[in-house]
C-alpha cells in the first residue's frame, strides 16, 4: 500500500492536481477486472466515475469549442464534438500522462495488454476526470482537463482514430467526379533523421490542397483536409 500512494503522489504531481480525499483516485484507477477479482476486499470500481467524467467532459468541450469556434454552426460544432469526446483522444492522454502504469487490472487484464488498451486507457480518463469533479468542482476539473485536451483539439488530424480526411474527401470526390484524388510528393527536406515532406491534393486536374509534416502519412491528410476545405 506504500509503494501505491508512492505511485499516486506522482501521478497527481503529472496531472497537476492534489486529491483531498485519496479514495476517489484510487477509485479511479480500479478496473472492474480487479475489484471482481479482489470481490473479498469489496472495492468500487472506477465504472460510475467514467459515467460521471463523460457528462463533465461533454460540459467541457461543448463549453470550450463554442468559445473557440464562434464562427461555427450548431452542425459544425456537434461533429467537431464527436471527434473529440472519443476513446481516441482520451486514450492519447492517459498516454501522455502514463495513466496505464497506474490502473489496477486483474491478472487477466495485464497479460493480454490491458495496461495499454485504448478502451482501458480512455474509460480511465473519464474516471479520473470525474473523480477530480467530485473531489473538487467543475472549474477544477475543466482546468485539469483543458490543460491536456488544448493540445489534441489543435492537433485533432493527427490523432489515429479521430478524423479521417482522406477518406472523406475521397467519399465526396468519387461521389461528384467519379475519380479519386491523388497525392504528389513535391519535396523533401531535412536530415535524413528528421525529414520533412510536402504533398499537394490533386483533384480533376487541380492542385485542391497542400500539406507539410514530418511524414508523408501526416502530409497527405493535411493536404486532403486543405482540399475539403476547398470543395466544400
Not at 474516471?127 to 482537463?145: C, H, M, P, Q
Request: proline content about 1%.
Amino acid at each position: 500500500m506504500i509503494a501505491l500512494n508512492k505511485n499516486l503522489d506522482l501521478l497527481m504531481n503529472t496531472i497537476g492536481y492534489k486529491f483531498k480525499n485519496i479514495d476517489l483516485l484510487k477509485e479511479a484507477i480500479t478496473h472492474s477486472s480487479y475489484a471482481n477479482e479482489h470481490s473479498y476486499l469489496k472495492i468500487n470500481d472506477n465504472e460510475k466515475l467514467e459515467f460521471l467524467g463523460d457528462s463533465v467532459m461533454d460540459l467541457i468541450t461543448t463549453e470550450y469549442i463554442t468559445e473557440l469556434y464562434d464562427f461555427f454552426r450548431e452542425g459544425e460544432l456537434s461533429k467537431i464534438k464527436s471527434q473529440i469526446i472519443s476513446e481516441a483522444v482520451f486514450s492519447t492522454i492517459s498516454e501522455d500522462i502514463n495513466l496505464g502504469d497506474y490502473l489496477l487490472l486483474s491478472n487477466g487484464e495485464i497479460v493480454s495488454g490491458g495496461k495499454k488498451k485504448k478502451s482501458i486507457l480512455g474509460d480511465a480518463f473519464e474516471a479520473l476526470i470525474g473523480a477530480i469533479f467530485k473531489d473538487s468542482n467543475y472549474e477544477t476539473a475543466r482546468e485539469v482537463a483543458l490543460r491536456f485536451l488544448k493540445d489534441k483539439i489543435e492537433h485533432l488530424n493527427e490523432i489515429e482514430g479521430v478524423l479521417d480526411y482522406k477518406t472523406e474527401l475521397q467519399e465526396y470526390v468519387q461521389s461528384k467526379y467519379k475519380i479519386i484524388p491523388e497525392y504528389v510528393l513535391i519535396e523533401t527536406t531535412g536530415p535524413d533523421h528528421s525529414k520533412t515532406f510536402k504533398v499537394s491534393c490533386v483533384v480533376n486536374g487541380k492542385v485542391m490542397g497542400y500539406g507539410t509534416a514530418k511524414s508523408k502519412k501526416k502530409a497527405e491528410k493535411i493536404a486532403a483536409q486543405h482540399a475539403l476545405e476547398n470543395l466544400i
